[in-house]
Structures are given as C-alpha cells and as structure tokens.
C-alpha cells in the first residue's frame, strides 16, 4: 500500500524546493565581490543577479538598480531569466498536478489508475522543474569561475559565488528527489488488472465482486410437487 506519509514528505519538500527556487530567482547575490589583490577595499560589496545589481556598504547601506537592457546582458543572464521564470511557472503547475494525484485527496475519485498517472506526472514536472534551477546556477557558477582564474580579467571585475548559486543548487537537488520519491509512489500493474502494491484494500469499486450464495430451493427428482390429501 502506498505510503500517505511518505507522499505528504515529499510534496511539502517539492514544495519547500520551489519556493527556495523563487527566492533565488529574486536574489541579487549570484555574482559577488572578490576581494582579492593588494589593495583591498571593504568598504562596500558589489552584488550582481538576474535582475538588477546591488552595492552594499558596511555601513548597512544599500542601492539596487535594475538593468537598463536585456538583450546587453551576457548570455548566461539571459538565460537564467527564461530559464528561472520557467522554473518558477512548471514549480506552480507541479504542485497543482500533485495534489490531485496525492493519496489522501478526493480528486479523480475511486478511478485508482487516473490517480496514479496524476501523481506520476507531478512528480515528473518536479523534476523537471529541478533541472530548470539546476542549469542556469551551473552556468553562471562555471561562469563566474572561468572568470576568476582568467588573467586577461581586471581583477576590479572578478567575482566569486554568492549564496543564491548555493541556495539554488540545494532547491534543484530538494526538487530532484522529492519529484523522484513522489514520482515511485503511483502503483505498478501486474497481469489481469490487479496491483502489486498501492491503492489496494481501500475501495472494492473496480475490483470483481462476487455474486452472494442465496439458498436454492431444494427439489427431488423422486418426489412430486404436489400434495395429496
């Protein structure tokens, strides 16, 4: 049978993931500072995201703006942004289709199969939506790498990680094996239309039923059907 538990974990996991992946999408710390050189200033910390850069001060200070062009951005911001926002929309549709599919929703009614097919497909979107998150955070992390050991790079323009590139690589992961785990809770058929696990032992709906024994008439060959007085 399948596990109710063990689809509720994995759901509120799925979900905690997406909204992790909505946080990093918002977040201007993809690109940091780095502090490296002779001459280090402290003073304040350039942060650079998707959507607009900030400087922070340690004074507590801080201003953002956005990015005047897109298409002036570098490929990898580009497409991060597409990339992200279509995270973001699969993460909702996911969660929607999920729900429907859960064991302890009402959605499909008694139709077993249809139930399972839904939470299969929600937690295929899961993982899809996972790698989603996953690309654009290598992208930009191999970016921010390859840039950094690069001599021909000013060392006023080398960055290193910031904590969006982490946070969005723990959201792909989470994504990832709560879709993978959602996804091995939908029941498997064997032959002849019965389950071998999950979904069974609640509802006799579709399964045969079998006739009740009523008592039959008894009757002789040897004896008449009649009365004699």
């Known amino acids: 049978m399948v596990n109710t538990g063990m689809q509720l974990i994995s759901f509120t996991c ?3 993931g997406w909204i992790m992946a909505i946080a990093v999408t918002a977040l201007p710390q993809w690109k940091v500072s780095a502090f490296i ?3 280090i200033l402290t003073s304040e910390i350039k942060w650079e995201g998707i959507w607009m850069n900030c400087i922070y001060q340690t004074t507590g200070h801080m201003q953002c703006k956005t990015y005047d062009s897109m298409l002036a951005l570098p490929p990898d911001i580009q497409a991060a942004r ?6 973001i929309f699969m993460g909702w549709l996911s969660c929607t289709v999920s729900c429907c599919g ?5 959605c499909a009614g008694d139709d077993r199969q249809a139930k399972a097919g839904i939470a299969l497909s929600g937690g295929v979107l899961f993982i899809l939506t996972g790698l989603c998150v996953l690309i654009p955070v290598s992208w930009t992390a191999n970016t921010v790498i390859q840039d950094f050991y690069n ?3 000013p060392v006023m323009y080398k960055r290193e990680l910031g904590q969006a590139i982490y946070l969005g690589w723990a959201a792909a992961v989470i ?5 993978a785990v959602l996804s091995s809770t939908c029941p498997l058929m064997e032959r ?3 389950y071998r696990r999950g979904y069974i032992g609640r509802s006799f709906a579709n399964s045969p039923a079998t006739a009740p024994d009523f008592p039959k008439p008894i009757t002789s060959n040897n004896l008449p059907l009649k009365e004699y007085v």
């Open 151 to 153: 001599p021909n790079v």
């Open 175 to 179: 994504l990832m094996i709560s879709g």
């Open 14 to 16: 799925a979900v905690t």
């Open 37 to 39: 050189g002779s001459n």
């Open 192 to 194: 002849g239309g019965r």
């Open 102 to 106: 859960m064991k302890c929703t009402t």
């Open 82 to 87: 597409a990339l992200m926002c279509l995270a």
